[in-house]
């Protein structure tokens, strides 16, 4: 079988299961005695490895199957969980991601684990350095109790019995795995997956439980209903590797008659196990009563099959929502179109249709943005495990609570903000939050907090990380940027404090006292503000000396289609985003001012930079240095403000963003383009190129 076509599904619910593990591990590693989370923790391992083993990626499912075993000793109480068991299963996790990373970029998902699996056996032998563990050894993962046969209870017999009648074939298999084989259970698994493609295991020796946890020698049995041909199967089951032996054999009424009177002599000798390999000599008693117990994690019982509800989500590959994006951007650009005509003819008939196809358009749009919006847990999710990690090397206690993960942006924007966020809860826990002592001294508690939240704000997204830490000193970062040549010491006396706070965004700028492998190599923060500005984005910083430090992102919900204001200038038409601007406004010509050769006007007691944009893109037709009053837009760039001088407001719009494509270099004060109901081309201006 070419499992090629299922190696996307495989990725996919691989990284959720990885991500459940470190979720389901941290909180365990906070409440150790919770054999609730081990369980938890157990049944996604155990998946993971199955789904391994299917797929062919042994090394994958070899690890997976030696945590197993650990926490197979935990849940069953014969061995507590303590530091150096959670730092090894944590390294084990880092090694799988490391496997599934390797198979999403087309390897074989093969790494050097070895140290990890030393580490996990000396700790299944109680043999690890961490301490004194109880005697879990190896051995107690063999078979504990033998019983030479398959037992059937009288319900299980029915069932056979019953489909023999019905024309089905039922069947007695016995499997013999190789005595070389290191993942015995691995094998049986895959044994138990192919039969559950053409039928139903009714009874296994041992227990699937026994035989997922290698607690058996080398052999194991079941009874088994199908159609397939004998020959058939046990063709198929030798086809596995590591599989020594395969015994089909069919049986029918007699058989089972035959053995239905054996059994009750074997019930009479129920302290001496008979051991008989052949169905004609199985041993039948009613000490199980349990139909489902054989059935593999990975099989499908049928009642559970009966009692399992439709799944209501599925998987879309994001490039097929993309495509979809683009399509309705197409039928945006239309819709605006037959709204100028329907306005310009004056028919009534086509009016009214007009505005229906608005309604229903604007409803389809917010469905097609809706499917493209992810909530940003799928970003934060991965944060506890690294600020765990983090705190450990700093040696530094760190408490991070997130709020608002369920909010949503945009793929797109999901996609692009891991990388910033990153770098800012870094800096937060190696900057930000003090040493223990140094706040046991400040009179704070040990542990420090970083909080990370999300919540939506109009057509933004806000993500703010604050920490309790130590703060930002202006003396110490004025003193920093001057000896980094950032700015002079008179500059530096004339900024307020948040523009001395904006100074960490300098390129190259850090305060860091020590270079480290967490942060202050001279990267700074400027990658964080490039980022975040590309995406239409801003960020901003507010600390308080002593108490702590706010960075707050600022983002737009989409970045394909967006509102803006449409201005005329000549003949040319401008598109401004409307999260940019802050208000619009009408100036006389003497309110212009002229101050060290900048233009500047007085809006709300204060005096903001006055921009020409006929000036700024050499607009030929138009001039509004001849204007006695002019239109301005009021544009905003974090805390800082400009007026934007236009010919005449056209009215807002909905309008898709278009890419300038390869064949024009990047014009600043350019973010884009869209196409207008009359077809022609609107250039959308990038507010944050005007201030500066």
Known sequence: ???????????????????????????????????????????SAHTLKGMAATMGFEDLASLTHKMENVLDLVRNEKLKMQDFIFDTLFKSLDALETMVQDITQGGEGKADVSSIVASLQAIESGEWTGGNAPAAAANQSSNTSTPSAVELDEFQYSVLDQSIAEGHRVLYIEVLVSEQSQLKGVRAYMVFDLLERSGEVVKSFPTVQDIEQEKFERSFSLYYITTKEAQELEKGIMSISEIESAKVI??????????TNQAAAAVEVADAPVPVPAPEAVSLDTKDSSKDEAKPAASKPAAAKQAAAPSRTIRVDIERLDVLMNLFSELLIDRSRLEQLASETGNNDLSDTVAHLSRVSTDLQNIVLKLRMVPVDTVFNRFPRMIRDLAKTLDKKIDLVITGAETELDRTVIDEIGDPLVHLLRNAVDHGVESIAERVEAGKPEMGTVNLRAFHSGNHVFIEIEDD?????????????????????????????????????????????KISDISGRGVGLDVVKSKITSLGGNVTIHSTPGKGTNFSVQL????????AMLVRLGSEKYAVPLSSIVETAIVQRQQVRNIHGNKMITFRESLIPYLSLSEVFGV?????????????????????LAAVAVEEFIGQSEIVLKSMGTYLPAIEGISGATILGDGQVALILDPNAFIK
């Open 469 to 513: 830490g130590k703060g930002i000193y202006r003396e110490k970062l004025l003193k920093t940027a001057v000896k980094r040549g950032v700015v002079t010491e008179e500059q530096g006396a004339k900024m307020s404090d948040d523009e001395v706070n904006q100074l960490l965004f300098a390129p190259g700028f850090s305060t860091a006292d």
């Open 620 to 640: 030929p037709d138009f001039n509004d240095a001849d204007e006695q009053e002019t239109e301005i837009v009021v544009i905003r760039k974090g805390e800082r």
């Open 250 to 259: 069919q049986l029918d009424q007699e058989t089972l008659q035959q053995m």
């Open 1 to 43: 079988m070419d499992m090629n076509q299922y190696l996307s599904m495989f990725i996919d619910e691989s990284n959720d299961h990885l991500q459940s593990l470190n979720e389901n591990m941290l909180q365990l590693e906070g409440n150790p005695e919770d054999l609730g989370i081990v369980q938890v923790i157990f049944r």
């Open 556 to 563: 737009p919900l989409t970045l394909s289609i967006i509102a």
